[in-house]
């Protein structure tokens, strides 16, 4: 293994974005290109497995080649390839894993394969080094979780949700509103001009656990909407999406703070697509300042929050330095877990 640049093609295809990046030494990103689907999805009000896949198909080959123009990166300059296994949609997942697993056979080079929720943790290695013991707050449109993490690689989910994420809901309640698939990024912007009028229940937010609820917040929500339009008001929806976001920001930097204390680490880490969420980033930033002065906190860049190859890149790595690799059997796993790596 060389010591001079380490450089790994990645790919990401487990959703709705085709992506490939160049990463070298798992900290600098040489490229990231990212295809994004969503206005075919639009429509349908949620993503469509099949033209997701289709979509893929079309994409990656173009992303992998902008990917290596853009980094001004060979085949033969390459020392591995890397590419989500899972979680994700299985028919998207095994795009990218063929190709990867194409491109490594014809150019002989190692293939690893790494978890989507990693890749979304790792993110935040790409601008600033990882500190353990760290605590990682990791949500997505899939998944909400805590992550205790006591060195590289090494994955201990110590609370997640026990129905919706958090990107789910705000897409749901997105939809109740009349808003685009995914309405998450529109609501934040609408939360910032309303206020907190409806006080919504913060789900488990008392409970002696770190698990999060979703759905008695997005049932109450819905009765809300639905009660006022039987009786023929107008509700402001601005101030429906400021009460909404104002649940959710509590309850996860509530049992984030607490996780955060009794477990005493020295980092904690956003990470995935609600990571973009501008009052989940205030709110943590300002208590976690106030709280725990000595605990770094690192938050992804917009960019890094979504679905993209850099971060499988950055994941990737660890696998690279401990040469561990996989082999041509390699296979989509849509249920991939922390518990399964
Ligand atoms: O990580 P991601 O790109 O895909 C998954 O792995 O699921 O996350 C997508 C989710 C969607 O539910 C989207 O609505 C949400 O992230 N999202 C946001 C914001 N931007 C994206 N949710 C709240 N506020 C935002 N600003
Ligand atoms: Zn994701």
Known sequence: MSNERNLILAIETSC???????????????????????????????VVPEIASRHHVEQITQCIEEALNEAEVGYEELNAIAVTEGPGLVGALLIGVNAAKALAYAHNLPLIPVNHMAGHIYANRLIQPLLFPLLALVVSGGHTELVFMEEDGQYQIIGETRDDAAGEAYDKVGRVLGLTYPGGKRIDEMAHVGTDTFNFPRGMIREENYDF?????????????????????????NDLAASFQASVVDVLVTKTLKAVEELQVKQLVLAGGVAANRGLRETLTKKM??????????????????????????AAYISYQ??????????????LSFDTI
């Open 16 to 46: 709705d974005e085709t992506s490939a990046a160049i990463i070298e030494n798992g900290i600098h990103i040489r490229s990231n290109i990212v295809a994004s689907q969503i206005k075919s999805h639009m429509r349908f009000g949620g």
């Open 322 to 335: 401990r040469s561990e690799f996989a082999t041509y059997d390699l296979n989509a796993q849509p249920g």
């Open 289 to 314: 300042a106030e709280v725990f002065p000595n605990v770094e906190l690192v938050i992804p860049p917009l960019n890094l929050c979504g679905d993209n190859a850099a971060m499988i890149g950055a």
């Open 213 to 237: 609820s979703f759905s008695g917040l997005k049932s109450s929500f819905i009765n809300t909407v639905h009660n006022a339009e039987q009786k023929g008001e107008e509700l402001d929806k």
